[in-house]
């Protein structure tokens, strides 16, 4: 106490260890989508003519002038009047079967260059062909990308908008190499984002890269995050924690697999001597006792012992090896305890392998 040692005692906590990773808001990729023209022609009108806008699925985005689809409506007309007349002359026979065929070939091309049923409705009950067509969404989201502009000629099949649904994003995030073998699927994350500070985003390893990038020494992880209000935006960076549960004995516990988390052992990080190549505490074998005038019976004496650690949790370090539950650590003072073992020629952090010096019963004496 006088020297200003202090000790802990080793327990047990919840096994939860929080790997921190840097990364990025990026959209999830298979709810990314293309709108593209079903038939060539001339764009004679954009209802969305910038990035960012929200396209809902059905709705309108462009209006097209395609002779192909002039000429394939007039087919439909065309055929619906003749089935007509067909039937009207020969109800059962096989003219006003042909005819119905024919009638219904028109109609599905129509549909397969892009027309809804409803629109293909409206035209035959109009009974004349329209000039121009409106086009419509076939996916929701945020436009990303805009393609095209009024008055361009499109091909079938080019693009004219790339749309995402962002109600739900990714972050990417980056792993050092020797953390990655702590990242399971379906691990729980936490993200914070620095343009929302004291909110915390929380979603799961949905892929751990199986490639490690060669030239940072890195893994990348994906985890899936809800965003139904927008608010995490792509591009923006992140800083998450992966939360790591281990087993009793201070592996890693993977999600998917059997068994549980539990309990692991821990000491505090000050209490740890680190001499690169080894760790040593020191573990307190017997306390001092103190007389009622306030002097040492005799005083405390402080082991070493050499331990295996393992991830950190918190201020504290879990152990693996070397000091059981219950024993007392010194967490201050131990580099004074270790020199003074040095002075002694005895095993110190440094000189493990130093034997005690001898004693000279006659030291100091005439003889």
Do not use: C
Not at 124 to 151: F, Y
Not at 166 to 195: D, H, K, T
Not at 337 to 352: A, E, F, H, R, V
């Amino acid at each position: 106490f006088m020297a200003g040692i202090r000790t802990e005692v080793v327990k047990r906590v919840p096994g939860v260890h929080r790997l921190r990773a840097l990364g990025k808001i990026r959209h999830d990729e298979r709810l990314m989508g293309h709108l593209t023209a079903w038939v060539s022609g001339r764009l004679d009108h954009l209802f969305v003519d910038f990035t960012g806008t929200q396209v809902a699925e059905g709705e309108r985005v462009a209006e097209i002038y395609a002779p192909e689809l002039v000429s394939a409506q007039e087919e439909l007309l065309t055929a619906r009047t003749a089935r007509d007349d067909a039937k009207a002359t020969n109800k059962d026979g096989e003219l006003a079967r042909h005819a119905s065929v024919v009638y219904e070939a028109a109609r599905r091309r129509l549909i397969l260059l892009g027309l809804p049923e409803l629109l293909v409705d409206a035209i035959e009950r109009e009974g004349k062909a329209r000039d121009r067509i409106e086009i419509q969404a076939n996916v929701g989201g945020t436009v990303l990308t805009k393609h095209v502009n009024t008055g361009d000629y499109v091909k079938t099949g080019a693009k004219m908008f790339t749309v995402v649904d962002l109600s739900r994003v990714w972050a990417m995030l980056e792993v050092f190499e020797e953390q990655a073998g702590s990242v399971f699927l379906g691990q729980e994350v936490e993200v914070e984002v620095p343009s929302l500070p004291g909110e915390v985003f929380k979603g799961k390893v949905s892929f751990v890269d199986p490639v490690l990038d060669a030239k940072r020494r890195v893994v990348r992880v994906r985890v899936d995050l809800p965003n139904k209000e927008g608010r995490l935006k792509p591009g923006t960076f992140v800083d998450a924690h992966i939360l790591v549960a281990l087993a009793e004995d201070g592996r890693v516990h993977d999600p998917s697999g059997p068994g549980s988390p539990g309990n692991v052992l821990v000491l505090p990080r000050t209490a740890v001597l680190d001499g690169g190549d080894r760790r040593l505490v020191y573990v307190m074998s017997q306390e001092s006792e103190m007389t009622s005038d306030g002097t040492e019976r005799w005083p405390a004496i402080y082991e070493p012992r050499e331990i295996r650690t393992g991830f950190r949790i918190g201020d504290a370090v879990v152990l693996l090896s070397g000091v059981d539950e219950g024993d007392a650590v010194v967490t201050r003072g131990q580099f004074l305890i270790d020199s003074q073992l040095q002075l002694t020629g005895k095993p110190s952090l440094m000189n493990p392998e130093a034997a005690a010096a001898p004693i000279d019963p006659h030291a100091g004496h005439g003889r």
